[in-house]
């Protein structure tokens, strides 16, 4: 087999698997559309409007977004400590985390529904956001202190010499230079949020103003379940926000499973 | 430094057993919420200063879901103090949902919440819903409602009785489950509505033998067979052993004529008289196709007729399902709607009950008419389209027969998936009608032990 | 290494030295992970030691509720169910996979970046939207039974049907949206794990005369055992996580042929008011899911856990 030939048949190999890996989406895009035969957009109207995908929308940037916050930060310090400093019982509490890793939600979601519950938790952005920081800052953790271990040590002894403190040397110098792995872990942590479905299920039983994108995805295919069409649009909007920052930032995403990533 | 190491572990673990043991057991002990004296309760709503009612419903089709948006402006239009906030949801969505809600700190303050063992009665055990009897005293529903209506609605504090005990919520519309057809079909292929079920067989042969659909079936949800199930049930064996077996005080779903009826449903599957693929086809899925023409028949509740009606105008046809001797009495599934309950956690039970007072007063029933959906009490109104007349006949002659009986997934908790899971392998022809009941048989004994 | 106790656990040496500091780092993401998921996991074995129905008073139960996980005969079912999917959602991704790198990795490949970002695209799709995706394209009038229709035309049998309502077909029809989902990841990582392998072995093959299978043996097989082990690992805790497809697209049914452990612990728990069985199926999983983690790293990589 020529080179030449070689290269095309690999391209096609290639070529298929993308369609396939599309085509239930171009599917999606083209039943909300009503394609072929129209482009009517109308339908996006009317899901926004009976889905109130505009408040599942809001929820889902306010709990992504203070989810995010919250463990990059806790997330970028127990890495830092476990990666750059010797004390008692890291190597324990670097296993400690790691075990987190591996905790599927499944088997947490019913004591926390019940225990939240009990706490007055149950039904509000705090008993949403937490576990999902707590279960980011597992792998954060990991990951922060795997990029912690990397710095030269030239870096933090300069630091040192400078008379830097610990605190300085982490946000003044070593989160600068970490921007991409800092950025693949917020990408992560973002996709993990937002596409969370069990947790906002139970959690959020009662207040139909909170509930997130993917949840209210799932009350809107009770409620239409013979007009696919509008199933297709409400599908497409909740999807949509990550698809758009994957598109860009594909790299940071690709990079973050290929390195092992442990979660889902 | 193995012995530090070691000490730490033995610490760690002694702090877990600590913890594990200080912490609770899962579980409250259950405080029955207790009713007010009839004296204490205000029906003065305007007094009651601004209060926002959550009301969950799962009125969402067609003219039911018109009727109670009709009434909730009412109401709020004569107490402007009163907003309330409806969540609507799918009938299968809210099953889902309420269990967790109303455990939950914050319920809604009213809900529908479904008869039978596996709803209401759970939640009064579990002490969240409020007993009704003192506002039954005030606004006197057991004499609004005949006892057959309210008993389905009362529930023992215990949970173990249906029909006796407390009253713990009141009805909107009435429920039958009958028999659509298509007329211009039926005139098509040169049959009569069928009067007994031996002319109805033939009618189903008949309809197959000219390339028809004869019986317009989806069963995603195993709710469908189940209540296809119970209709022949009904014509196979006397109401009263139905009323008895699902309100667990005897008989048996092993017995003769329930795997009659099973084999009835199977030999139809056999023929080839649903729609094909069945159990893959949603609930909801199923009038928008018979609509559409795919059937000739329909078994389904007179919950779908308002939006058939629009659909099908002159087209559709309803009757109560036929009796096995023409002109005898029928008995079938259905009843009253889902009762409008208050959770006993609710803040304003008062505002609460005037609302439930008001959406179940005479006016109200006169509004469900007007909606096109069917009024458990007869109201002063009568419904002009020619398919709703018939839904309100039916209803008439059933409930002169005292011919209703209970729904199937009132029995245990678990029934759905118990005695739905099998009927759906029946339909699909993957067992048989012994080895059904015999599951269906297993789970009841099991939740008859456990009661 | 002065002064450390035990190297073995240590690792790498960490520059600086030793500070009780660190401590202080680690506290604020210790104390959340602490109450929001170690908590939880414990109070979840606790749980599962009970029966109790969610609404009243809980008793104890011992192991029964683990002894329930194997001797219900639906429990049973949807742990089989579970070997099932991992068959659907790992294995088969990863052998298609291969085959096709083996194809494609002797040469540059042009415009990867693109056909990475598309593969790799069902990823990130939240699975409620891939479900109802999915739910269409096997719907009564959708793609597959549209093809299938076409080929009946054609003189084949009729193989249209409800695939997700099929007692035989379910199963698998859900089975093969975690094989979408995953072959994406695995094409990608080995891909990149192929770009990977120095170019001089496989010419050094090829002078030695191998062809494409010696040649994928020899070179292409051992290059990307790390990265089989990364994508054995993500895809099969997929298929135990395997809730919200379940939930969205077949309910666990027609009867129970789609029930599996994730979907029964919602379903115990909240549907039919099992709260411990719940918890005990729950507990499970996470022993599952994490000797599959172990496992699968020590199998394939051959590294020491």
């Not at chain 1, 926004?48 to 203070?66: A, C, D, K, Q």
């Not at chain 1, 039983?205 to 013979?226: C, I, M, N, V, W």
């Not at chain 2, 407390?166 to 009958?178: A, D, P, T």
Request: net charge positive; glycine share 10%.
């Amino acid at each position: 087999m020529s080179a030449r030939s070689e290269r095309v048949l690999n391209h096609a190999i290639l070529g298929v698997f993308a369609v396939i890996a599309v085509f239930p989406m171009i599917g999606v895009v083209a039943q909300a559309l009503k394609l072929p035969g129209q482009v009517d957009f109308s339908t996006f109207g009317t899901a926004w409007r009976e889905g109130h995908f505009g408040t599942y929308l809001r929820n889902s940037v306010i709990v992504t977004g203070v989810t995010v916050v919250l463990a990059t930060v806790l997330s970028i310090m127990a890495g830092y400590a476990l990666g750059t400093m010797r004390f008692r019982g890291a190597q324990a509490l670097f296993l400690l985390f790691l075990a987190g890793l591996t905790i599927p939600t499944e088997t947490v979601v019913v004591p926390l529904y019940f225990d939240l519950r009990s706490v007055g938790l149950d039904n509000t952005y705090a008993g949403l956001i937490m576990p999902q920081v707590a279960m980011s800052v597992a792998f954060g953790t990991f990951w922060m202190r795997a990029y912690f271990r990397s710095v030269p040590p030239s870096l933090l002894e300069a630091a040192r010499i400078d008379g830097a403190s610990s605190w300085t040397t982490l946000w003044r110098v070593l989160v600068p230079v970490g921007r991409p792995a800092i950025l693949t872990m917020i990408v992560l942590t973002t996709m993990w949020t937002w596409n969370e479905f069990l947790l906002p299920l139970v959690i959020i039983s009662s207040d139909e103003g909170l509930r997130t994108a993917p949840l209210g995805l799932s009350f809107f295919q009770g409620a239409h379940k013979t007009d696919y069409s509008l199933l297709m649009a409400g599908a497409l909007i909740i999807a949509a926000p990550i698809v758009i920052v994957y598109v860009f930032l594909q790299r940071q995403f690709i990079a973050g499973m290929l390195s092992g990533a442990i979660k889902e | 430094m193995p012995t530090l190491r070691s000490r730490g572990a033995v610490a760690a673990a002694a702090a877990l057993v600590t913890a594990l043991a200080a912490a609770c057991a899962p579980g409250s002990s259950d405080d029955k919420p207790e009713s007010k004296a009839p004296a204490a309760v205000s029906t003065d709503v305007a007094k009651a200063g601004n209060v926002t009612l959550t009301v969950w419903d799962q009125e969402v089709q067609g003219g039911l879901k018109e009727q109670i948006e009709k009434l909730n402006a009412q109401f709020q239009a004569k107490y402007p103090n009163v907003k309330i906030n409806r969540v609507s949801r799918s009938f299968t969505d809210l099953q889902k949902t309420l269990r967790l809600a109303l455990s939950g700190g914050n319920p809604p303050d009213v809900v529908e919440a479904n008869q039978g063992y596996a709803s209401m009665a759970q939640y009064v055990k579990a002490g969240m819903l409020l007993p009704l009897d003192s506002y039954d005293q005030v606004y006197g529903w057991k004499k609004r409602f005949p006892k057959g209506l309210t008993d389905l609605n009362s529930v023992t504090d215990d949970g173990k009785l249906i029909g006796s005990g407390k009253l713990y919520g009141v009805s909107l519309n009435g429920e039958i489950v009958g028999l659509y057809y298509n007329k211009e079909k039926l005139a098509k292929l040169g049959i009569q509505p069928p009067k007994t079920w031996a002319e109805f067989d033939q009618a189903l042969a008949t309809a197959k033998g000219k390339g028809e659909v004869p019986i317009a079936f989806g069963n995603v949800e195993k709710l469908p067979a189940m209540q296809l199930y119970g209709v022949l049930q009904d014509g196979q064996t006397g109401k009263e052993a139905v009323r008895k077996l699902v309100f667990g005080s005897g008989g048996s779903w092993t017995d003769a004529p329930n795997v009659q009826a099973a084999q009835k449903l199977a030999d139809w599957a056999k023929a080839g008289y649903f729609t094909k693929d069945a159990n893959s086809i949603k609930w909801d899925d199923t009038p928008a196709n018979f609509a559409k023409g795919q059937g000739v028949f329909m078994f389904g509740g007179t919950w779908w007729a308002p939006d058939l009606n629009d659909r099908m105008k002159d087209k559709v046809g309803f009757m109560l399902p036929p009796p096995a001797q023409a002109g005898a009495p029928t008995a079938t599934m259905g009843g009253e709607s889902l009762p409008w309950s208050i959770t006993s956690k609710s803040k304003h039970a008062d505002v609460a009950a005037a609302y439930i007072n008001f959406i179940t007063s005479p006016q109200a029933m006169d509004v469900a008419v007007e909606a096109g959906s069917l009024p458990v009490l007869p109201a002063s109104k009568q419904p002009d389209a020619p398919l709703l007349k018939e839904v309100a006949s039916a209803w008439t002659e059933l409930s002169k027969n005292d011919g209703t009986t209970p729904y199937l997934d009132y029995a245990t908790p678990t029934f759905t998936d118990a005695f739905g899971g099998p009927l759906q392998e029946l339909v699909a022809g993957k067992t048989t009608p012994q080895q059904a009941m015999k599951k269906a048989q297993d789970d009841y004994s099991a939740f008859q032990k456990k009661k | 290494m002065s002064g450390s106790k035990t190297p073995a656990l240590e690792g790498g040496r960490p520059p600086g030295e030793p500070r009780r500091i660190g401590w202080l780092y680690v506290l604020p993401a210790l104390l959340v992970y602490g109450a929001f998921l170690l908590w939880p996991l414990v109070r979840g074995a606790q749980f599962s030691l009970y029966h109790w129905d969610g609404l009243g008073t809980a008793t104890w139960a011992g192991l029964s509720n683990y002894t329930a996980t194997w001797s219900d005969p639906v429990l049973r079912g949807a742990f089989g169910h579970l070997l099932v999917l991992v068959a659907f959602y790992a294995v088969l991704p990863c052998c298609i996979a291969f085959v096709l790198v083996g194809a494609i990795s002797r040469t540059r490949i042009r415009g990867l970046t693109f056909f990475r970002t598309v593969l790799f695209l069902p990823q990130v799709v939240a699975m409620v939207a891939v479900a109802v995706a999915w739910q269409w394209v096997y719907s009564a009038d959708g793609p597959v039974n549209t093809v299938l229709g076409w080929l009946h035309a054609l003189g084949l049998p009729d193989w249209r049907r409800g695939w997700l309502g099929d007692f035989t077909f379910a199963l698998p029809a859900v089975g093969l949206v975690g094989t979408w989902v995953g072959i994406g990841l695995a094409l990608v990582l080995f891909l990149a794990g192929a770009q990977k392998i120095p170019r001089e072995l496989y010419e050094a093959a090829r002078i030695d005369g191998a062809g494409p299978v010696r040649e994928f043996l020899a070179v292409t097989l051992p290059g990307l055992r790390r990265e089989l082990a990364v994508a054995l690992t993500l895809t099969t805790i997929m298929a135990i996580r395997n809730f919200d497809l379940i939930y969205m697209a077949t309910g666990g049914g027609p009867g129970d042929a789609t029930k599996a452990p994730a979907y029964e612990v919602y379903n115990r728990t909240f549907n039919t008011g099992e709260v411990g069985l719940g918890c005990a199926i729950g507990v499970t999983l996470a022993v599952l899911a994490f000797a599959a983690t172990a496992g699968i790293g020590r199998l394939v990589e051959g590294r020491d856990a």
